[in-house]
C-alpha cells in the first residue's frame, strides 16, 4: 500500500513537472514586446478575436506580435491555442521555409533567417531578432 502511494505522489509530481516545463517554454506576449521595443524595433501586438473569424483565428491563433527595425531585420511571432494547431501550421511553415532556403542557396545569396517552434508560439524572422525573443 506504501509503495503505491509513494508511486501516485511521484508521477503526480512528474506530470506537474512537465506542465510547467512546458508553459516556461512559451515566450511571455508582453516581455516580448518589451524586449523589442528596449531593442528599437517598431511593434504591432493583434490579439485575435475569440469569435474564429479572420485567417490568423482559423489556424488556431490566439496572439501575433509583428516588430521590424528594418526590411532584413524582422520577427513575427504567432501564439497557438492548442499544440495540435500548432504543429499542423508550424510543418506547413517548415516545408515552405526550407524552399525560400534552396532558392537563396542556389542563387547564391545569404539566407539569415530562421523559423523556430518555442512551446506555444512560432517565431520567424531574421536570426539577430529570433534570438531576442529567446
Not at 28 to 35: I, Q, R
Not at 40 to 57: F, K, L, M, R, T
Not at 62 to 73: F, G, L, M, N, R
Amino acid at each position: 500500500m506504501k509503495k503505491k502511494l509513494v508511486l501516485s505522489i511521484s508521477v503526480v509530481l512528474l506530470l506537474v513537472m512537465v506542465v510547467v516545463a512546458c508553459v516556461a517554454c512559451t515566450p511571455n506576449a508582453d516581455k516580448v514586446e518589451k524586449k523589442l521595443k528596449d531593442k528599437g524595433y517598431s511593434v504591432n501586438v493583434e490579439d485575435i478575436s475569440a469569435d474564429g473569424s479572420g485567417q490568423y483565428a482559423s489556424l488556431g491563433v490566439t496572439k501575433v506580435i509583428s516588430a521590424s527595425k528594418s526590411e532584413d531585420d524582422y520577427v513575427i511571432v504567432l501564439w497557438f491555442k492548442d499544440s495540435d494547431k500548432l504543429n499542423e501550421a508550424y510543418e506547413k511553415a517548415k516545408a515552405e521555409f526550407d524552399e525560400w532556403k534552396q532558392a537563396y542557396e542556389e542563387m547564391g545569396r545569404e539566407f539569415n533567417m530562421k523559423l523556430v517552434k518555442k512551446g506555444k508560439a512560432i517565431v520567424q524572422g531574421s536570426a539577430n531578432a529570433v534570438k531576442l525573443v529567446g
